[in-house]
């Protein structure tokens, strides 16, 4: 090496949590539909960098964010698909119960759009996670791709048969959407559904 060769120092924790908190607690937003599992989605990404950071290689450290936060989402899904019923109906009362507004839930009600959020939940994961990747995060194909360790046909087919779905479930919003699609509307299939304003999000404690 060089005298001249700078050599990478990987953040500190506290310096990922405060530039990142906001971006990573919007995508689990995006992800969750929920203040509640959006918080435990965000705190479970900050444990894995806190226990990854010295380890990570240097490259796109948002795309590694982005990868962290939405596999971690995708494997909570699949262990809670995994959980039987009736346990989920006895924690039903539980995670109902009580909640008060927060500034978080303050936040999530004055800038987030209800109507798209349902849309987006009714949503199988993996389209979701590819839709709001794409349309939301503005990440191309091959960083979906590569974020959800999938081929690029695959990205490509949840994304259009995702936006397809929100169309549909916002089709009530515009009565253009309604009914068998003209020539040019059938062209302009694969255009984004949706297309949320960013607002700073609440910041995790370090």
């Not at 953040?11 to 689990?28: I, Q």
């Not at 709001?132 to 995060?137: A, F, G, K, R, T």
Request: glycine share 6%; hydrophobic share 40%.
């Amino acid at each position: 090496m060089s005298d001249g060769a700078v050599v990478w120092q990987p953040p500190s924790w506290d310096e990922v949590v405060r530039t990142h908190s906001g971006r990573v607690y919007r995508l689990a937003y995006r992800l969750t539909g929920n203040q509640h599992d959006a918080e435990d989605l965000t705190q479970d990404v900050f444990v894995r960098v806190f226990r990854s950071l010295s380890s990570y290689t240097p490259g796109t450290f948002e795309g590694w964010l982005h990868r962290i936060t939405t596999n971690l989402f995708l494997d909570r899904v699949r262990r809670q698909q995994r959980i039987r019923f009736d346990a989920l109906a006895d924690d039903a009362p539980e995670r109902l119960a009580g909640r008060e507004p927060t500034p978080a839930q303050a936040y999530d009600d004055t800038h987030l759009d209800d109507d798209v959020q349902r849309a987006l939940d009714s949503l199988s994961p993996e389209f979701r996670a590819a839709v709001v990747l794409c349309d939301i995060e503005g990440l191309s194909y091959e960083e979906i791709a590569a974020t959800l360790g999938v081929k690029l046909g695959t990205v490509r087919s949840r994304i259009h048969r995702g936006r397809a779905q929100l169309r549909a479930a916002l089709a009530h919003r515009s009565p253009a959407l309604r009914g068998p699609a003209r020539a040019d509307e059938r062209a302009a299939d694969d255009a984004p559904v949706i297309s949320i304003e960013r607002t700073p999000a609440p910041v995790v404690e370090s």
